[in-house]
């Protein structure tokens, strides 16, 4: 057999293994059905073990694949069959998560629930170059497709899973984030696997029109484009963001030098009636006085948007001392309290 002969083959045994990926039946229905329940229950335990453990049973990859495959390859039965089997999948994890958020409406959003409402650039970076790892491991003899494909296309799960319970309790801009997020790891995975399929030798009919092959793919491109547009803009917003706080948090740094026996251990940043709050908390054997907050406030940058900042100051009492006694004794407190 020659090289060409067996790259056929290995060509037909892959486009074989997607197409059988990509269907539709009861064992696929109740993989994605236990991954939403595991999934659920690995949000409310704000838990990122039992989530894995939901990415690791699911089976998204295979419709996902087939989806590639059948825009690459020209090939409109398995185009059609894997983006029903994709569709059916994702109702099935969501409508799952959704009863077990109405289920469970006591319990609270946790932080592996809100890590998942706020997608960004990176994160459909991520999905690009985790689809075309996926991709390259399922064409690739060499590679095994059990643990890159799988954990892959399961990140779907937490997403989706984080929507409908956010949706569950009313949390409407919640829920499209997160919502957003699993769109994002959708298309970025179809394209990213695509291109890698194209690339290593699925293109259908040769004598097809270079220009067939963007028409195919002319809807995932737009949604990329589009969605690299909308992330990248929250990017921006995130680090902009990072940046003001940053800027915030250096200037209470400051303050807390000049004020004796201040440490500064949290800044928290909210608004409220259109302006930014800003509450520092020191651990402080002298509480800041109001003249002293009146004095700091200024020197805080403003915020974009809004324009207007309060400062807060929590101080928490604290007694600082060594193996030589007290450094900050009540005498020394009683002095400085006098002198401000």
Known sequence: MTTEEQALGSRAAVRANIELNAEFNGAYVTMNALAAVIGCYGLFENSPAVVIGAMIIAMVLGPIAGVSMGLVDRNNHLLRKAFVTL??????IYGTAFILGVVHSEFPLTGEIYARTAP????????????AAGAYSMISPRLSVAFVGVAIATALVPPLSASAICLARGEYSLAFGALLLALTNIVGIQVAGSIVMWVGGYRGMPQAHPSSEWKRNLLSAAALCTLAVVLGLQL?????????????SKILNTAA????????????????????????VYRTPVPFTPEEVGALEPKLPLTPGTGRVELRIRSIPVTVSSRVGYLFSSEDLTEYGRSQ
């Open 87 to 92: 569709a059916g999948g994702l109702a099935v």
């Open 120 to 131: 960004n650039l990176m994160d459909l970076m991520i999905a690009l170059g985790g689809g």
């Open 236 to 248: 921006r917003e995130v680090i902009s963001k990072e940046i003001y706080r940053a800027s915030v």
């Open 257 to 280: 030098a000049t004020h004796k026996g201040a440490y500064l251990t949290e800044v928290r940043f909210r608004r409220d009636s259109g302006r930014m709050v800003v509450v520092a």
